[in-house]
């Protein structure tokens, strides 16, 4: 088959810098532009069709190339980036920079995952729920299979990964939280973290509560994993 020309990658939008979307990173993010998925509370609806921004590959590129040395990698992030035919060419190209290369994804293409962690050094999976419930949240019939086999795909792999769970009582209650955090932790999920879910303005619920999830809950959690986080911001 014919290889995606990366010249053609649906780039949605580039963070010059940034030290929290890989911890421990100082990194810049590439938006892929384009999601399977429909998430009510998506905060990057933008990036749910398949177009083009402003910025073209070429142009970050050569951005990317005054950056050598100044900063540690690049993380691709979206939308989906997976949805991306042109990835591989993507990573490869950054990689020939001599940047390390991140990627966020939902898991919703657990096979290209699978194609591309040879050249990925680290991933950030989201975990959006417990995986029988992904399609009230999604609006798509096999979302959780999916989510659940780039988990297997990560697990089974040699490479460094987080799992992250955006979360709010709309969505999860206390009791569900703990049976995903349990769950995970059983399949080996060793670093996990959940953060504040902030729903944007169109969202038909309001903000978590303060205090919301109890902090004994995320006391009872923590143990469970070797690093394990509630990020607030």
């Known amino acids: 088959m014919r290889a995606a020309d990366p010249a053609a990658a649906r780039i949605g939008g580039l963070t010059p810098f940034s030290s929290c979307d890989w911890p421990g990173k100082l990194c810049a993010v ?13 905060h990057n609806p933008h990036l749910l069709q398949r177009r083009n921004g402003e910025t073209r590959w070429p142009d970050i590129l050569r951005w990317l190339q005054s950056r050598v040395r100044l900063l540690d990698g690049v993380v691709f992030s979206g939308g989906e980036p997976l949805q991306e035919p042109a990835l591989p060419a993507l990573l490869e190209q950054t990689r020939a920079l001599g940047f390390a290369t991140g990627l966020h994804t939902g898991g919703a293409y657990p096979q290209r995952l699978r194609r ?13 729920t417990d995986f029988g419930a ?11 299979e999916q989510a659940e086999a780039a988990l297997h795909c990560l697990l089974q792999n ?14 999860h209650s206390e009791p569900q939280l703990a049976a995903l955090a349990r769950r995970l932790a059983a399949l080996g999920v060793a670093d996990y973290h959940w953060q504040r879910l902030r729903p944007p ?24 994993f070797q690093r394990f986080s509630y990020r607030e911001h």
């Open 134 to 144: 992904y399609p009230a949240l999604t609006h798509l019939s096999r979302s959780g």
């Open 30 to 42: 590439v938006f892929l532009a384009g999601c399977p998925w429909r998430c009510d509370y998506c």
């Open 116 to 128: 591309v962690l040879s050249l990925l050094d680290w991933v950030g999976l989201d975990i959006k």
């Open 201 to 224: 303005p169109s969202a038909a619920f309001p903000p978590a509560p303060a205090g919301w999830p109890a902090p004994k809950l995320v006391e009872e959690i923590a143990p469970l």
């Open 158 to 171: 040699n490479i460094n990964f987080e799992c992250r769970s955006s979360i709010h009582p709309h969505w």
